[in-house]
């Protein structure tokens, strides 16, 4: 079945960096653009970062340009982020996401992982 | 930074019909997507491009769009629609995702 799994969340100081990664299984995964959503404790939904389905095309929310890039390898059937100088406000749980339309990345997100925290503190 | 405005929360009682709203300048121009979350679980897609739904979820899930504002409705609530519900659009360009804060749905 679909399905996306994300790993990689822990307890992290300030300033110190991580990355999560956000296996998908069940779908041609290189044909989807993908997101990464976070969600920070007793608040809503954030979107963070799309890249396309070729890697090629990436967009980043201001609250974390410059400090995260996502990325992907098809090979492996991936998705990424690598989330530098981290701050207490990026505690959150991060889920990654599907794209609803394929290649074009448009849509929706109609596929989510479970998500994994990320706690950052000192 | 683009904006979409919902209602902090909405009660209804078993069996009465919900409604949602989502305020946003570009919703005119840009399709809107709905999500139920309940409590310690991921998200879940109830609405795709302001009117249609997914498979797999009940008739009773319905959206429309009306110049800046789309609305989800609940028809016949059941205590299992107890959730947050979260709009969320595209800016202008059609590149930044973003989301609206959020509605509270209480079955009461």
């Known amino acids: 079945q679909v399905q996306l799994v994300e790993s990689g969340g822990g307890v992290v100081q300030p300033g110190r960096s991580l990355r999560l990664s956000c296996a998908a299984s069940g779908f041609t995964f290189s044909n989807y653009a993908m997101h990464w959503v976070r969600q920070a404790p007793g608040k809503g939904l954030e979107w963070v970062a799309v890249i396309s389905h070729d890697g090629v095309n990436k967009y980043y929310a201001d609250s974390v340009k410059g400090r995260f890039t996502i990325s992907r390898d098809n090979s492996k059937n991936t998705l990424y982020l690598q989330m530098n100088t981290l701050r207490s406000e990026d505690t959150a749980v991060y889920y990654c996401a599907r794209a609803q339309v394929e290649q074009t990345g448009s849509g929706g997100m109609d596929v989510w992982g479970q998500g994994t925290t990320v706690t950052v503190s000192s | 930074s683009y904006e979409l405005t919902q209602p902090p929360s909405v009660s209804v009682s078993p069996g009465q019909t919900a409604r949602i709203t989502c305020s946003g300048d570009a919703l005119p121009k840009q399709y809107a997507y709905w999500y139920q979350q309940k409590p310690g679980q991921a998200p879940l897609m109830v609405i795709y491009?302001?009117?249609e739904r997914p498979s797999g979820i009940p008739e009773r899930f319905s959206g429309s769009s009306s110049g800046t504002t789309v609305t989800l409705t609940i028809s016949g609530v059941q205590a299992e629609d107890e959730a947050d519900y979260y709009c969320?659009?595209?800016?202008?360009?059609?590149?930044?995702?973003?989301f609206g804060g959020g509605t509270k749905l209480t079955v009461l």
């Open positions: 969320q659009s595209t800016d202008s360009s059609a590149t930044y995702r973003v």
């Open positions: 491009k302001d009117t």
